[in-house]
Nanobody, 125 residues
Framework: QVQLVESGGGLVQAGGSLRLSCAAS????????MGWFRQAPGKEREFVAA????????VYVDSVKGRFTISRDNAKNTVYLQMNSLGLEDSAVYYC??????????????????WGQGTQVTVSS
């Protein structure tokens, strides 16, 4: 079993920054790709970013490219999402998830087998 716990969400003004963390416990973390998703009220869960098991490759949804950065520290069993230049459209609950594979960067939720409980990010004008 794998437990994922997100933290770092909160209220921030437009143009500001937040850094989300996702701490993993339980079975292997370092051997799997990890991803971040988000879900705004009334909308479907949306892929945000993913990173391979060793951090060698990353992928982002177009709307966050150049603003968000995903990274990981396998020694700390933690994956991060640095979010800069936040806009109102970035308000959502953010979830981290563990991919079923180590090196394929999936953008669909079905490819992920473990999920955190989510952390709320609210961007105000």
């Amino acid at each position: 079993q794998v437990q994922l716990v997100e933290s770092g969400g909160g209220l921030v003004q437009a143009g500001g920054s937040l850094r989300l963390s996702c701490a993993a416990s339980g079975r292997t973390f370092s051997g799997y790709a990890m991803g971040w998703f988000r879900q705004a009220p009334g909308k479907e869960r949306e892929f945000v970013a993913a990173i391979t098991w060793n951090g060698g490759r990353t992928v982002y949804v177009d709307s966050v490219k150049g603003r968000f950065t995903i990274s990981r520290d396998n020694a700390k069993n933690t994956v991060y999402l640095q979010m800069n230049s936040l806009g109102l459209e970035d308000s959502a609950v953010y979830y981290c998830a563990r991919d079923r594979t180590p090196v394929v960067l999936h953008t669909t939720a079905g490819a992920y087998d473990y999920w955190g409980q989510g952390t709320q990010v609210t961007v105000s004008s």
